[in-house]
């Protein structure tokens, strides 16, 4: 049998958070329900930010709520605080996890939520707390963990120690972000290396942006190194608030189509997913980066003949 590789699809929070125009709420429930039929396990469907903050998913409990979603798709809503986590908790039955972030260096963290690393991993703690409490999967994610576009390498002890308060506080999953694009598959194979044998017990994703184009090739690496869980974006929509330009994670199909042709087994219908990145690309307006967009999926009849 293949392997599992789990697939989380952060298009609707990553992608359209950094979407300059406002994306209607129709079209998100809708591309948020193709997303969910594709067959993918796991889907990040809107954060719990201040609408003034990030007002491209000021409608995020609407979309939170309208949705349908198949039982079988964790869905995952992105927390920033305690008041986010008590605004999500209205809508408690339509969300399985929850996404807390914040970033490995002092600079990049400041420049996104204004709070030292410290402030912020003791309000996460008490976030996920009282999120285990409620029955909710904690997911911590951790920005820049490869390089900061402000500092530099991070140490990687640094970040280890960042994941350890965060595992220790209850969250079962572990993301490190390349959140500007500065890995290389060296660096990420080492550091998987590293963090499996540093943090044992804890389900450890990968969340590549594809910045440099370098990020399947990180995927690759990471792979390498045992590595099964990874984040991803529809179209190769995304980035980071901070610094501009700083631009798209991972496209979901191309991901699931390197995967696919290694063997491994994702549970997403590729021709699905490809329906909801044409269906964001038209939405949207503008041609998207995805590859697979513009080639389509590896066709061995077409090239045998
Ligand atoms: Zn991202």
């Known amino acids: 049998m ?6 989380r699809e952060v298009g609707p929070r990553d992608g359209f958070q950094n979407e300059p125009e406002i994306i209607p709420t129709a079209d998100k429930v809708r591309l948020v329900e193709m997303l969910a039929r594709t067959g993918l396990k796991r889907l990040e469907v809107t954060s719990f930010v201040r609408a003034d903050v990030i007002p491209q998913l000021a409608d995020g409990p609407e979309v ?25 908790l209205e809508l408690r039955d339509k969300f399985d996890e929850v996404n807390l972030f914040l970033s490995a260096s002092e600079s990049h963290n400041r420049a996104n939520v204004n709070r030292s690393v410290e402030e912020s991993l003791s309000g996460l703690e008490r976030v996920v707390s009282r999120a285990r409490e409620e029955g909710l999967r904690c997911e911590g994610v951790i920005s820049v963990s490869f390089g900061c576009p402000y500092e530099g390498k991070v140490p990687q002890e640094r970040v280890f120690d ?27 194979r080492e550091f998987f290396g590293a963090a499996f044998e540093r ?34 974006s529809f179209g190769e929509l995304g980035g980071c608030p901070v ?9 979901t199909e191309d991901l699931v189509s390197m995967l696919h042709e290694m063997g ?3 549970g997403i219908d590729l021709e699905k997913l490809l329906d909801a990145s044409r269906a964001v690309r038209d939405v949207l307006g503008r041609p998207l980066t995805s590859h697979l967009l513009t080639a389509g999926p590896v066709d061995w009849h077409e090239q045998s003949r």
């Open 162 to 188: 960042i994941a350890a308060r965060l595992a220790a506080a209850g969250c079962g999953e572990i993301a490190f972000g390349d959140t500007t694009g500065m890995a290389n598959p060296l660096q990420v």
């Open 243 to 251: 610094p501009k330009g700083a631009t798209g994670n991972i496209a």
């Open 199 to 232: 943090l044992g017990g804890v389900e450890l994703t990968a969340h590549f942006h594809n910045t440099r184009g370098q990020g399947l090739a990180n995927v690759l690496a990471a792979l390498d190194s045992g590595v099964r869980s990874f984040e991803s």
């Open 64 to 88: 939170l709520g309208t949705a349908e979603i198949p039982d079988d798709v964790s869905v995952t809503v992105l927390i920033p605080n305690e008041k986010g986590l008590e605004n999500a």
């Open 2 to 7: 293949a392997e599992r590789v789990l697939i």
């Open 264 to 266: 491994f087994d994702t």
